[in-house]
């Protein structure tokens, strides 16, 4: 016996606003602990700034797309998020970044419009360094 639960919209579960919001969360999730990592770990000693730059980049722009495809909250935070990155991903991890606390903060609203939507998710702590 299958049970329907709110019939009267004519959408299935599937399209609903959690059901799209789903993998965008979690592929923001991946994409920002991927940059968290490399903004922890830094290009090592005797490692190539230039890779790891390039790395950072690569990072971030797998959470640009994902606007297009998140709905509501999601979208709109995610939006705002990628608006205010700096050019540079470097900006992100120089000591008192003003760039760095704006993607903390807007990557917190992303988890918790995530959150409001059904989908927890929980961020790996970005460095921010402080003089």
Not at 16 to 43: I, M, R, W, Y
Not at 88 to 116: H, I, K, M, P, Y
Request: glycine share 8%; with cysteine; aromatic share 4%.
């Amino acid at each position: 016996m299958v049970a329907l639960v709110g019939c009267g919209s004519g959408e299935s579960a599937d399209s609903s606003a959690s059901g799209a919001n789903a993998d965008v969360c979690a592929q923001f999730k991946s994409a920002h602990d991927e940059l968290t990592t490399l903004a922890t770990t830094g290009p090592g000693v005797g490692g190539d700034p230039v890779q790891w730059t390039a790395d950072k980049d690569t990072a971030l722009a797998k959470i640009s797309p994902l606007a297009d495809q998140a709905e509501e909250e999601v979208k709109a935070n995610i939006e705002a998020l990628v608006s205010a990155l700096p050019k540079d991903s470097l900006e992100l991890t120089e000591a008192d970044s003003a760039s760095g606390q704006a993607f903390v903060d807007n990557s917190e609203a992303v988890a918790a419009s995530c959150g409001n939507d059904g989908t927890t998710v929980t961020l790996a702590e970005f460095p921010l360094q402080k003089f």
